[in-house]
């Protein structure tokens, strides 16, 4: 999604939580050209949290509630709240994809550990359950991504009936909405993984041998791909030597999923607070 820079601002000199707001605007930005790792997708989680936490003091500001509490302003604070709900409504889809995902790894860690040197027949089931959920929660994706694309970039609001606290203040929030998107559709395409991948047994062949320079170079891996080569790798083998050694490898990659999810996990859920009290700010300025 691009960001467009925008030629309004605030009257003056800008209130330090106005610059604060574009310090994380500038700051998310820049991270959209960094690669797309788990580490980079938290630390753009975490950067979303204080954007939003600042965006809710500037709601606070009397200046703030004034212009948007105006009636020739109402339509235009109406819009900022029905962003508020598509943004609350993407953290949504985000959370539903990694708790669907987290609990289907949970039910096949624990499988693994209690067939481990015994029938595999259960395990196999459960390997197949888990690339089937992981097929619905990408379809569930490709419709959120379809969704968030879907949105009209909107032009920047002037109007010359308008004061220019009230179109500064709309289309920093505004800017706010747009980088927050796009950090969804980074998260959420990370959490579906590569559209087009080699075949389940070069990946894992691949992972195998990262393993050797990891210590040299830290490997920017997809961990919901890899655990999805790993368990495709799983099924298709028949004797008990190579299975046992892939179930191996795929309890490994399963273990740094886990940890990768629980990161996301924590991450989403302290946004999705953090939206629901920003969208609260905005409600009680349009009903004062």
């Known amino acids: 999604m691009a960001f467009h820079t925008r030629s309004n601002s605030f009257p003056s000199r800008p209130h ?10 500038c700051r998310l930005r820049s991270s959209e050209a960094a690669s797309t790792s788990s580490s980079s997708i938290c630390h753009k989680l975490s950067g979303l949290q204080d954007l939003h936490d600042c965006v809710d003091k500037l709601l606070q500001l009397p200046l703030t509630q004034q212009a948007l509490a105006k009636e020739q302003n109402e339509k235009w604070t109406n819009e900022l709240l029905d962003g508020s709900l598509r943004l609350l409504d993407g953290c949504s889809s985000a959370k539903d994809a990694i708790l669907q995902t987290k609990e289907c790894v949970q039910d096949l860690q624990s499988i693994i550990r209690r ?12 390997v197949r359950k888990y690339l089937t959920s992981r097929k619905m929660v990408k379809k569930t994706i490709q419709k959120a991504m379809k ?7 909107r032009s920047t609001f002037s109007s010359p009936n308008q004061d220019n606290e009230s179109i500064a203040i709309v289309n ?3 800017e706010v909405e747009a980088v927050t998107l796009a950090v969804y559709e980074s998260l959420l395409s990370f959490i579906s993984g590569p559209k087009s991948q080699p075949s389940s047994w070069s990946l894992v062949s691949n992972m195998m041998h990262s393993k050797k ?7 920017e891996a997809n961990e919901f791909a890899q655990v999805d080569a790993a368990l495709n790798s799983l099924t298709g083998h028949k004797t008990s030597k190579s299975q046992n050694k892939s ?9 740094k999923l886990e940890s990768c999810i629980q990161d996301q996990e924590e991450g989403v859920e302290c946004l999705f607070r953090q939206l629901i009290k920003t969208r609260v700010s905005l409600l009680n300025i349009l009903n004062h």
């Open 172 to 174: 920093k929030l505004r």
């Open 147 to 153: 969704n968030l694309k879907g949105i009209e970039n």
């Open 115 to 126: 067939t481990r040197g015994g029938e595999s027949g259960a395990l196999t089931s459960e």
């Open 213 to 219: 320079v990891a210590c040299e170079e830290e490997t």
């Open 16 to 25: 330090p939580i106005v610059q604060e707001v574009d310090e994380h605007l």
């Open 247 to 255: 179930v191996e490898n795929a309890q490994n990659q399963l273990e």
